[in-house]
């Protein structure tokens, strides 16, 4: 058995520790709530921007843009969505082993891969497992539309100047705090717009558009990338958050029963010494009776 002495130190560690998760799980939930208001506020807007496309594009006919050629898919890139930071339960590792296993499929199919990283935990694990072309770390702290921007364009010029063919995104869709859900999507080409839509002609909305029908789609298509970008950025983000919500919240009880287990360990120690002490002294008064 361990000594009195050091089981109280294991408790004092444990009584840190538990402070620390504590204190984690208050920060993460805090930032877990304004991550979920972003997030909810958000997917209201990136509906409503696709009906309007699909709207658009049933009038249009004959549409074609760059970002709609499909081409022979011999050149793949991946876009892994992470977190910068750990703590955060199997969130990382579930996105990490599903980019894993989309790269081995398609690289059995002969398809030549290449990655880019936003967040630090996908770019540190993929350094020396996968060709990285890009990567965007420390940054999903703090981000608003003008990154989902910057991504995309990234992504978009050397699409069109096919540089690749395909190109899929891997993030986090958030479902709710104890469920994060792995996505793969294909990002580019772009999916057909306005196809198969399912819409009562007579509940179609009849918009006046400025400039032409054409012009316009043009333009919303490159937009529709960014609002697909953003989206993933904050589903990614409220899911990490989340996570690290829970784990931090699971850590703190696991101390909780850990100094439990410890101070009944103590309390026996404690016992064992008193009885080791009574019975010296019993010895001692029993030996100077004899003498």
């Given at each position: ?32 709530k ?44 991946v ?52 060709s ?42 958030f ?21 198969d ?8 909305l ?27 950025l ?58």
């Amino acid at each position: 058995m361990a000594s009195l002495k050091d089981i109280k130190r294991k408790v004092g560690a444990v009584q840190k520790t538990k402070q620390i998760t504590r204190a984690m799980n208050m920060v993460a939930a805090s930032k877990f709530k304004s991550s979920q208001v972003r997030m909810e506020n958000f997917r209201p807007y990136a509906g409503k921007f696709m009906d309007v496309l699909n709207s658009l594009a049933l009038r249009v006919e004959n549409m074609s843009h760059p970002l709609l050629a499909v081409r022979d898919p011999k050149k793949i890139r991946v876009v892994c969505m992470t977190s910068d930071r750990g703590l955060c339960g199997g969130f990382n590792t579930n996105l990490i082993k599903a980019t894993e296993r989309f790269i081995k499929d398609k690289s059995q199919e002969g398809k030549e891969i290449s990655l880019i990283n936003v967040g630090r935990k996908g770019r540190d694990y993929f350094r020396k497992k996968a060709s990285i072309i890009g990567q965007w770390i420390d940054i999903l702290s703090k981000f608003d539309m003008t990154l989902a921007v910057s991504i995309s364009n990234d992504l978009i010029t050397p699409f069109i100047k096919e540089e690749y063919d395909e190109l899929y995104l891997i993030y986090n869709q958030f479902v709710n705090v104890s469920v994060q859900r792995p996505t793969v999507i294909r990002l580019f080409p772009l999916p057909s717009i306005g196809q198969d839509v399912d819409v009562d002609p007579d509940k179609r909305l009849d918009y006046a558009y400025e400039p032409s029908e054409e012009v316009l789609l043009q333009k919303l298509l490159t937009m529709y990338v960014h609002v697909l970008i953003f989206r993933a950025l904050l589903e990614t983000s409220a899911g990490e958050n989340g996570s690290r919500m829970a784990s931090m919240d699971n850590a703190t009880k696991n101390c909780e029963d850990l100094i439990q287990s410890l101070t009944l360990k103590m309390n026996k120690a404690r016992q064992a010494a008193i009885t080791a002490e009574l019975m010296d002294i019993v010895g001692g008064t029993e030996a100077l009776a004899k003498g």
